[in-house]
């Protein structure tokens, strides 16, 4: 049976973890997430240094493992804490929520609130004030339509690890 106030709770947690990995990056250099900015300001832009992309990577695939261990943790209690049998399903619609909460929360408030609305200066790459991407609601669309996707994809993933543990 699938626990909607656990995963609201756990996609919040995990929303909250990733913006603050997201937000901090950005402050400490906006270029190492420079993959994720719409493509008139890649353009703009020189290509990541050699240390930027050392730094993406050591910023990104812990990133990255957040983004799979909060909602696999969610799963697995969820499970483990059920004294009646959790089926596939419910597997699923746990893990699956876990992470769309996130790209949810990702879409709404840190794409279209902070980064397209407000768009602060630590957000900004030099050499791209002003420019009309950063008002591109229809980008980040787009690319939350991949992170749907990718929740499916992790949500299958997660909760068949799961279910066979």
């Known amino acids: ?22 937000i901090g990056s950005g402050l400490y250099n ?5 993959q994720d900015y719409p493509e008139e300001i890649q353009a703009k832009v020189p ?30 209690t969820l499970k483990n804490q059920q004294t009646e049998y959790v089926g596939l399903l419910a ?4 893990a699956f929520g876990v992470i769309f909460i996130f790209n949810l929360f ?9 980064f397209c609305t407000l768009t602060p200066r630590f ?5 791209t ?11 980040h669309f787009r690319a939350s339509l991949i992170g749907t996707l990718l929740s499916v994809i992790g949500g299958l993933l997660i909760a068949g690890i799961v279910f066979w543990l």
Do not use: C, H, Q
Not at 1 to 22: E, H, Y
Not at 106 to 114: F, G, H, I, N, T
Not at 123 to 127: H, R
Not at 129 to 139: F, N
């Open 123 to 127: 957000f900004v790459i030099p050499g």
């Open 30 to 34: 906006p270029r190492l997430f420079l």
């Open 91 to 94: 597997l699923f619609l746990n």
């Open 47 to 76: 290509p990541k240094t050699a240390r930027e992309k050392r730094l993406s990577l050591v910023i990104g695939i812990p990133f990255m493992i957040l983004l799979l261990i909060v909602p696999f943790i969610s799963t697995l």
């Open 1 to 22: 049976m699938i626990d909607l106030t656990k995963t609201l709770l756990d996609g919040m947690l995990l929303s909250i973890l990733a913006s603050i990995v997201l």
């Open 106 to 114: 990702d879409l709404l408030v840190l794409d279209w609130l902070v």
């Open 129 to 139: 004030e002003g420019m009309a991407a950063y008002k591109d609601y229809g980008y």
